[in-house]
């Protein structure tokens, strides 16, 4: 009976990180976390933040707070990865090489546009006037999508299109792909999203 009983709790703990962005607050390790939260002001003016990705399933999407951003952790299935490569033509910047919008670092100038292919990190804002990007996970025909659609994000205020890894796709009003913040990871499941240097 105990058993479930701490079943159940860890399942609301995964449900609660999940759809909150998971900033890394469980209910138990509140007091914890908290006392090494930055503050507000130091969040504000561009701290790093970590997110705890344990709880996130492929071809999920979680979303934490970063300098007042949105910045999405994407992770992809095999067969979302395995797409990736086949789209450079259909791309306005395949390599990630622009820099109008912002600068890819090095270590995102890939066609998974990531440290791990698995997980996308991204900021949830499109390069052409600031609207967010929905999710369009789905592949196949559907409404404002070519029929081929093999699985993006759609910007909803001009039509802007965005492969599994945020690249724009060509003859689209956004000019550039979505910004890869700086990043790093501190374990398997723990990443620091603002920071990519080793102190
Ligand atoms: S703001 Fe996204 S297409 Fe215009």
Same mark, same amino acid.
């Given at each position: 009976?105990? /058993? +479930?009983? $701490? ?6 703990? $995964? $449900? ?34 970590? #997110?705890?990705?344990?709880? =996130?399933? %492929? ?20 067969? +979302? =990865? ?5 789209? /450079?033509?259909? =791309? #306005? /910047? ?10 890819? %670092?090095?270590?995102? +100038? ?31 025909? +559907?409404?404002? =999508? ?24 060509? /003859?689209?009003? #956004? ?25």
């Amino acid at each position: 009976m105990s /058993d +479930q009983k $701490i079943d159940g709790g860890k399942r609301t703990w $995964i $449900i609660a990180s999940g759809c909150a962005g998971a900033v890394g607050a469980g209910f138990v390790a509140v007091p914890f976390v908290r006392s090494f939260e930055p503050s507000e002001r130091a969040r504000a003016a561009g701290a790093a933040v970590e #997110a705890d990705i344990s709880a =996130l399933m %492929p071809g999920e999407k979680m979303t934490v707070a970063w300098r007042g951003k949105p910045v999405w952790v994407v992770r992809r299935t095999p067969a +979302q =990865l395995a797409e990736l490569p086949k789209l /450079d033509k259909e =791309l #306005a /910047d395949p390599n990630s090489e622009r820099t109008n919008f912002s600068t890819t %670092p090095p270590y995102a +100038q890939n066609d998974w546009r990531s440290i791990k292919p698995e997980y996308l990190v991204v900021v949830g804002i499109c390069s052409h006037l600031g609207c967010s990007p929905g999710d369009k996970f789905t592949t196949g025909p +559907q409404p404002s =999508l070519p029929d081929d659609w093999e699985g993006g994000f759609l910007c909803p205020c001009h039509g802007s299109t965005f492969d599994m890894s945020g690249r724009v796709f060509k /003859d689209k009003p #956004a000019p550039d792909n979505l910004e890869v913040p700086p990043h790093m990871y501190l374990s398997d499941s723990r990443l620091l999203i603002g920071e990519d240097k080793k102190a």
